[in-house]
Structure formats: C-alpha cells, structure tokens
C-alpha cells in the first residue's frame, strides 16, 4: 500500500520535472548533449516560474474560526526532551537557538529564532488529525517554509526536504532522532509552516518549541516538534531508516499520510 503511494507521488514528482524542462526548453533547444544539459541544470537552484507552480493551485487545508479552537490541545509522543542539546537551549530561552537549512542547497541557512520572526508571517487555524484517533483545533503562527526554503536556494535536484528533530527515540540500534520528510509540492504548499507560536502565545516545550512544522494535509505524525535540522534531499535512501520518517522506520506508517 505504502509503495502504491509513494508511486503515485513519485509520478507526480515527475510531472514537476517535466514543467522545469518546460520552462527551460528554449534554451535546451540550442544544447546539443541533453546529459551535460540536466548535469548543469541539477546545480541550478528551483527557477522563480517552478517555484510559481509548486504554491499556486494546491488544494488549502481547512482553516476554521477563532471560536472553534478547542480549549485543550492534546500533547503527544516527545513533550519534554531530556537530551543535554536541548535541556540547555530551553533552559537559556532558546536564545542560542539556531535553524540549519542544508543538504541540496546554493546557500546553507543557520537561522536563530529572532531571523526567523522577522521573515513574513502566517496565521492559520486548522484541525490536527492523530493516527490515534483524537483531533483538536488550533491557531498556528510561523514563517511559510517555502520562504525559508526559496532564502535557501534550494537546488534543482532536490526531491524531498527532511526534518531532523532534537528528541530521541528508541530504536533497534539504541536510539534515534525523530525525523520527518515531505515532498516539494507539501514544502511550498501556501499552508506548511515552520510554527513559533500557538494560540496567540510562543509554542510552549510539549508541542515542540522552539519550531514546529504544520504540514496541513496530513496526519499528526508528520508534523515535527523541536526542529533541529533541515536538508533537502535528492532521495530518501540512506537518511535514517530510509522509509523517510521515524514511524514509518519504526511501524510502518504511510509515507504520504493523506487527510
Ligand atoms: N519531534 C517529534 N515530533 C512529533 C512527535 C514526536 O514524538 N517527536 N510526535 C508526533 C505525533 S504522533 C503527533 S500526534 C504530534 C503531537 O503534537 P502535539 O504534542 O502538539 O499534540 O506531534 C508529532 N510530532
Ligand atoms: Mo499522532
């Protein structure tokens, strides 16, 4: 099942490749060793128009009222990280809190909390669906990621962008980090954030402060708390479990958990 999914995905990724050849096709024209040609082109960071099309069109998540915002949010999985990397970040106010944006990128970004809330914001009140069964409704503030990702100059041959978080979690060889990845069209949909705040206050630790990724079409598990970390990736192979997550290296879980 995972796999017919990911198929799927992956025809739709081809889709996105063959635009970015569309667009680029006047001067390919003129390129008689169509290899040298994709050789460059993957160097090259995501063209202004691919960008365009990767934000515009996509189906928005559903936002609600302020009046719908449930008056407890749950916490669940990682809710106080006990790592000596993130005790001693929270215990300064996050203050020496740095974002590294790396992997398939023209400009590597170590980001610290105060950057990114000075890059324009978004507020969005949406329905958080667990595997688990329990839903709540809450109001998310943080910078569009495709923002930090564009700040970025993520590469033409990136696929996915995975995020790296600061909790561990057991696994076969000991423990591991919890990590996350999308695909292009959820990193520059208009909804997915990397989220600072909740409900109008700064995201507090049991919902993954100091950041957060809203990632409005899928399911709980795919919004990562206490980013540390993100890379854009050509493929998912070899980072971590390589099933692209840690519940889905961990249990199984879809890859693409659909809403
Ligand atoms: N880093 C990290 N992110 C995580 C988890 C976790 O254990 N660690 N749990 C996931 C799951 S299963 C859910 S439902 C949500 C819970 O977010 P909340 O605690 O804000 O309700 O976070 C997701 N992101
Ligand atoms: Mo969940």
New binding site residues.
């Given amino acids: 099942m995972s796999r017919l999914r990911i198929n799927r995905r992956t025809a739709l990724r081809a889709g996105v490749g063959g635009f970015g050849g569309l667009l680029l096709s006047g001067c390919d024209a003129v390129v008689s060793a169509p290899g040298a040609r994709r050789l460059v082109r993957s160097a090259e960071s995501l063209s202004f128009g691919l960008q365009r099309a990767l934000l515009s069109g996509q189906r928005l998540a559903r936002e609600f009222s302020p009046a719908q915002i449930s008056p407890t949010?749950?916490?669940?999985?990682?809710?106080n990280p006990q790592n000596a990397e993130y005790v001693a970040l929270r215990e300064a106010n996050f203050s020496n809190y740095r974002l590294i944006v790396d992997g398939l990128v023209g400009s590597p970004q170590s980001l610290s909390l105060a950057q990114l809330m000075l890059l324009p914001s978004r507020s969005q009140i949406t329905r958080?669906d667990?595997?688990?069964g329990w839903s709540?409704i809450g109001k998310w503030t943080g910078v569009p990621l495709h923002l930090v990702l564009a700040r970025a100059n993520v590469l033409h041959a990136a696929r996915f962008i995975v995020f790296e978080?600061?909790?561990l979690?057991p696994a076969a060889a000991g423990v591991t980090p919890?990590y996350?990845s999308i695909d292009l069209f959820d990193a520059f949909h208009p909804q997915t954030m990397l989220a600072y705040a909740m409900n109008d206050a700064p995201l507090a630790v049991?919902?993954?402060a100091p950041l957060?990724l809203r990632v409005e079409r899928q399911l709980?598990?795919k919004?990562?708390?206490?980013i540390r970390r993100i890379r854009a990736v050509a493929t998912l192979e070899g980072i971590f479990g390589g099933n692209g997550g840690?519940?889905e290296d961990a249990a199984g879980y879809e890859w693409y958990a659909g809403i």
Avoid: I, M, P, T
């Fill in positions: 949010f749950r916490l669940n999985g990682s809710v958080h667990c595997v688990e709540a978080c600061f909790d979690k919890y996350e049991g919902h993954g957060r709980g598990y919004q990562a708390k206490y840690y519940w």
